[in-house]
């Protein structure tokens, strides 16, 4: 069992059920925290309907594809865990729960010396023996310059996006990151592919599975976050896996693209809502705009 996951789990009961918290923390808790990263297909704008669709009552709260972590930072579920195959986007959580004071000046020692040329040395370095802390800098500074905030890799796991047009990005905001650090304690944040959620969802838990979307179209494809990219045979996984937790009396809610293949992937089982969702990364400016989206229980 991963560290992370046995820290959080001692001294919390035996209780059959599992570790037991309240459905959210305090709300004067950090409540100006909001995603410290830009992520394709963030979910700050939907937020109001998902909070319709959350239920009024669960045990721990399970984020099995955290991106930018939306509902998360709104919500401020205490007894939380979240997760991610993306090693890098795990540590730089971390770094921003553990060690925000040293996060902070490596990002300011970046926005002082930020221009093309910085950009591209930073974006090719490699970064994943470095420290931790250089780690979720390297993350943040790439996501606030990239275009249009992408994180995409090669099949060398070498991120490939060019410098964004921006005059002046924020490329450390320390309220903000001091916030989500005040959120994040207490959450377990591991390494784990989305099936792992089966080994730790109970009865009376909520599992919300924000997956890489069914693209749309080619422009729409954002599928390669990490290695070995969310194919067709990994979206029919979730469906599965979904069922398999809803048998368990696990709570869950699923988004992706409103599209004929998700339709069919979720036809018997679920209810599938669809939803407007105002999206600003795409290659194309003129398809930027509103999209329809499917929120799935």
Known sequence: MNSEIVASEEGQGSSPDGPRASAQRPADK??????????????????AQLEKQLPEGYGRYFEPFVGGGALFFHHRPSGAVLADVNERLVRTYRVVRDDVEALILCLQAHQERHDKAYF?????????AAPDVEVAAWMIYLNKT??????????????????????????????????????LQGVVIVTEDFRAVCDRAVKGDFVYFDPPYVPVSKSSNFTSYAQGGFGPQEQAGLRDLALKLKKRGVKVLLSNSWCDEVLALYS??????????PRAINSAAEKRGKVFEALIT
Do not use: M
């Open 268 to 277: 018997k089982g679920f209810e599938v809502q669809k939803v407007s969702a």
């Open 120 to 128: 591209y040395a930073l974006r090719d370095q490699a970064i994943d």
């Open 30 to 47: 950090a409540r100006g925290a909001r995603p410290f990263l830009k992520w394709a297909g963030g979910k700050s704008k939907l937020l």
């Open 146 to 183: 990239a275009f249009n905030g992408l994180y995409r890799v090669n099949r060398k796991n070498q991120h490939n996006v060019p410098i964004g047009s921006y005059t002046k990005p924020t490329i450390c905001d320390p309220v903000n990151l001091r916030a989500c650090s005040e959120v």
